[in-house]
């Protein structure tokens, strides 16, 4: 079932245990220097056996712990306990006399245990508000595979270095149905084929959102339910092929729980990283390409500029779908080779990557469909286009963003099949992305939907959506999207 989470020792990582968001080593040393604080405080028989019991397990755990990376989250906790430890100790131990040492009066004790305890309570609350992000085991019948691969289009030279001898180069990553792999198999990481690119995106996606590196350091440490480079699903059966773009500034992961989740129900994910665009890029030769994407704060600027970089992803989608589509045809290597349907394939993006998706299906009709989320239209062309499109809205407000809703209703109005707007409560921005996996659940930030109801209902109408236009499946989806928000119906444009 969607939003069932591990909390097991795996590939030498330690994962955060189900609702309490921290290894169990760590969990061990919050209780240890819990116990050492209050143990002052306890009757008076209790009080040599559990801070001496809890002076061990904090040393030996606090070891332990330090032995490896430790999550910043840890470090007040082990700073509470190593201050009262001494203080802990001393106390119970008795003189050569037999008599015990004299005790710290009450009200000089109690501030000081407060300050401690405080300094324990960081790290639960701490790792609650930034979790090592915990994916939602996919709910499909097929294992989850995942590949990464880098495509240089010669025939486009890359706008956004000086010279114009680079030819433009994305990141390309895969998730598709693969075969049932052993319960042991080393699951792909979060942000990166190695832990070294892991790093630099984590740092990179906190410099580009203005906070200290550290508050993320959960995501180079998460594992996903995909197995690097596994065999494809057995038979002979193809696949739907779903190209996929992130916001601005995101990288090509920030979907992953709906790009896994949609793999296991049987369809290919191609998801970019646009050089110069993502916050960061590392390629094949190990360069790291940083984001040269910038606000000016000027509207008229800001919006000039979006119109640009709009253009370049939605080229950038019609290469990727060009160079699957020979995948597919054998004519260059790549993950999944034939299965893959490049007949039937759906164009999706969120954000800027939303508009980039809608641009790409009105420019490139081997489109078949078009998904949405969250994305505002900025195509200075907008013009009838012949595919179906489900766009994934937040409940916005005319006061917010007064343009948003009217531009993307006269864009679905072209459409010349029947396409739907689901406006889901209590979603923000980042609802339909990885981030309330791995963010505090603030509402003004990732919505009011919990950790992991975002991403499923990202999820649900996704594939509700997809089977009914890459598949042909005989289905009420106004039924199914509308068990998930508002749902807003366009009918076909007049004349088709």
Not at 12 to 37: D, I, N, R, Y
Not at 115 to 135: D, E, I, Q, R, T
Not at 155 to 164: M, V
Not at 378 to 387: G, L
Request: proline share 8%.
């Amino acid at each position: 079932m969607w939003g069932r989470q591990s909390g097991i020792q795996h590939d030498g990582v330690t994962e955060t245990l189900p609702g309490l968001h921290m290894s169990l080593l760590e969990t061990v040393v919050v209780a240890g220097a819990a116990a050492l604080v209050t143990a002052r405080w306890l009757p008076q028989r209790m009080r040599r056996p559990t801070a001496f019991g809890a002076s061990v397990l904090v040393l030996l755990s606090g070891i332990a712990l330090v032995w490896g990376p430790v999550r910043w989250q840890m470090v007040p906790v082990l700073a509470g306990a190593a201050l009262v430890l001494p203080f802990a100790v001393a106390a119970e131990l008795r003189t050569r006399g037999g008599r015990p040492p004299r005790r710290t009066r009450w009200w000089a004790a109690l501030p000081v245990s407060l300050a401690c305890l405080c300094l324990v309570a960081v790290g639960p609350a701490a790792s609650w508000a930034f979790p090592v992000p915990a994916f939602p085991a996919p709910s499909g019948p097929f294992a989850v595979g995942t590949s990464v691969v880098q495509w240089t289009d010669a025939d486009r030279p890359e706008d956004a270095t000086p010279d114009g001898e680079d030819r433009r180069t994305v990141v390309v990553q895969l998730w598709y149905p693969a075969r049932k792999n052993p319960a042991d198999a080393r699951r792909a990481g979060y942000l990166g084929r190695t832990d070294r690119e892991a790093d630099i995106v984590s740092d990179a996606l906190a410099d580009y959102v203005g906070m200290p590196g550290f508050l993320l350091d959960g995501l180079p440490r998460a594992r996903t339910h995909a197995v690097a480079d596994a065999p494809v699903a057995d038979g002979t059966g193809r696949f739907p092929v779903v190209v996929f773009s992130p916001g601005l500034g995101g990288v090509r992961t920030q979907n992953s729980a709906w790009a896994q989740e949609l793999a296991s129900h049987g369809y290919v994910v191609a998801a970019l990283d646009h050089p110069y665009d993502s916050a960061a890029v590392v390629l094949a030769d190990g360069r790291t390409i940083r984001t040269k994407v910038t606000a000016t704060g000027d509207a008229d600027r800001d919006e000039a500029l979006a119109v640009k970089w709009t253009a370049v992803r939605a080229a950038d989608l019609g290469f990727v779908l060009t160079q699957l589509d020979r995948v597919a045809r054998g004519e260059i290597p790549g993950p999944v080779g034939g299965r893959m349907d490049t007949g039937r394939v759906a164009v999706a993006g969120h954000s800027l990557g939303g508009g980039a998706a809608l641009q790409a299906a009105r420019q490139d009709h081997r489109f078949d469909a078009v998904i949405d989320l969250d994305g505002f239209p900025h195509d200075p062309d907008a013009q009838p286009f012949p595919q179906p499109v489900l766009a994934l809205t937040q409940d916005v407000h005319q006061d917010i963003d007064p343009d948003y809703i009217p531009r993307l209703t006269h864009v679905l109005a072209l459409s010349g099949a029947t396409s739907y707007r689901l406006s889901v409560p209590g979603a923000a921005h980042l609802t339909f992305t990885d981030a309330p996996l791995y963010l505090p659940p603030v509402e003004s930030i990732v919505g009011s939907r919990g950790r992991t109801e975002g991403p499923h209902i990202t999820a649900a109408a996704s594939l509700a959506f997809l089977d009914t236009t890459l598949r042909d499946q005989p289905d009420d989806l106004a039924t199914r999207l509308t068990a998930h928000g508002a749902l807003t119906v366009y009918p076909p444009r007049d004349g088709t």
